[in-house]
């Protein structure tokens, strides 16, 4: 069972270039999240989707983008990286918007903006 | 905003007891969640709670819930080395998505 899958696991930019972040779950779950952690500062939201076709900010939105591809895939986007996004990312999925259902997590996606 | 309350660090002998402590803040969350995360790794639900409970056992940990003082506890019997990780508390707040505490480093000694 593959769950909830992440790529790239590691990456490293420049200030200023631009870059995608991948995930997939093969859960059929409804909801999708992206959170970022930061140590001491355990995990904030950026952004989430409660459904295929809808896309809400979380906590931490600013710098980022979005999108819900299909119900499988839910996509961060850095515009224009800046040394203030490094960070630790992961996606996790759930059943029903409404999160009563627990959270499943991927492995995280570590990013280093120099 | 209002902040989920984890202790930091927490350190104890293997054998012993641990217990965790978090105070969370939306009386009307319906779930709350105790996830684990190990070095270099996601997060892995350990076990949670519905809010009409007082107490959920599941073989070494016991999660204790008193709803009138917003407090939630995580207590791991026996605790071994393998249990030496960060231990995060959870609350869905406004039925969207779960707020976290900073996390709980618990480290065990032989």
């Known amino acids: 069972n593959a769950g909830v899958t992440q790529t790239p696991k590691f990456q490293v930019l420049k200030t200023g270039q631009s870059m995608t972040l991948q995930c997939a779950q093969d859960m059929n779950h409804n909801s999708m999240y992206w959170y970022r952690q930061d140590p001491g500062m355990g995990l904030r939201l950026i952004y989430y989707s409660a459904s295929e076709g809808t896309t809400d900010k979380g906590e931490v939105p600013n710098g980022y983008n979005v999108s819900r591809l299909n119900k499988r895939e839910f996509s961060l986007r850095l515009e224009s990286a800046a040394p203030s996004q490094t960070s630790v990312y992961f996606c996790?999925?759930?059943?029903?918007?409404?999160?009563?259902?627990?959270?499943?997590f991927g492995d995280g996606t570590r990013l280093s903006i120099l | 905003g209002e902040d989920v309350e984890q202790s930091l660090f927490l350190s104890v002998r293997e054998g012993d007891s641990s217990v965790i402590n978090c105070t969370y803040t939306?009386?009307?969350?319906?779930?709350l969640y105790w996830y684990k995360q190990e070095p270099g790794a996601g997060l892995q639900l350990l076990t949670y709670i519905f809010s009409n409970m007082d107490m959920k056992q599941d073989q070494r940990l016991t999660v204790l819930l008193n709803k009138k003082d917003k407090h939630l506890s995580l207590r791991i019997a026996d605790t071994q080395t393998g249990d030496s990780a960060i231990y995060f508390c959870?609350?869905?707040?406004?039925?969207?998505?779960?707020?976290f505490g900073k996390g709980t480093t618990l480290s065990v000694s032989s």
């Open positions: 959870a609350e869905n707040q406004a039925g969207t998505a779960l707020i």
């Open positions: 996790a999925s759930t059943g029903f918007g409404n999160s009563n259902q627990p959270q499943h």
């Open positions: 939306d009386s009307s969350s319906t779930y």
